[in-house]
């Protein structure tokens, strides 16, 4: 079995900063792709930023230059800094993973953690 854990969601003022981070655990072979997205009340799921073995990076438009994506290979983790919150980034933020064991390859998802960003 694969696991997605995902730590560092929180409520914090406009202008503010978290960092996310999502473990990966279980019969892990290899991990491929590793990415995070959000999904506000209301709204579709969207990719916020992705990050690829061969470290092929991907923003959305909306959070270039505020965040960053980046992945501990070793210890199967992959962590989002966000930096010049606003309220809009306010969702519930999954992580998202490509993974393979040994019997198969497959997608996926973390449980989410909230994140909210109000004065």
């Known amino acids: 079995q694969v696991q997605l854990v995902e730590s560092g969601g929180g409520l914090v003022q406009p202008g503010g900063s978290l960092r996310l981070s999502c473990a990966a655990s279980g019969s892990i072979f290899k991990i491929y792709g590793m990415g995070w997205y959000h999904q506000a009340p209301g709204k579709q799921r969207e990719l916020v930023a992705s990050r690829m073995i061969d470290g092929d990076t991907h923003y959305a438009e909306s959070v270039k230059g505020r965040f960053t994506i980046s992945r501990d290979i070793a210890k199967n983790m992959v962590h989002l800094q966000m930096n010049s919150l606003k309220p809009e980034d306010t969702a519930v933020y999954y992580c998202?993973?490509?993974?393979?064991?040994?019997?198969?390859?497959?997608?996926?998802w973390g449980q989410g953690t909230q994140v909210t960003v109000s004065s």
């Open positions: 998202n993973a490509d993974i393979a064991t040994i019997a198969s390859m497959a997608n996926y």
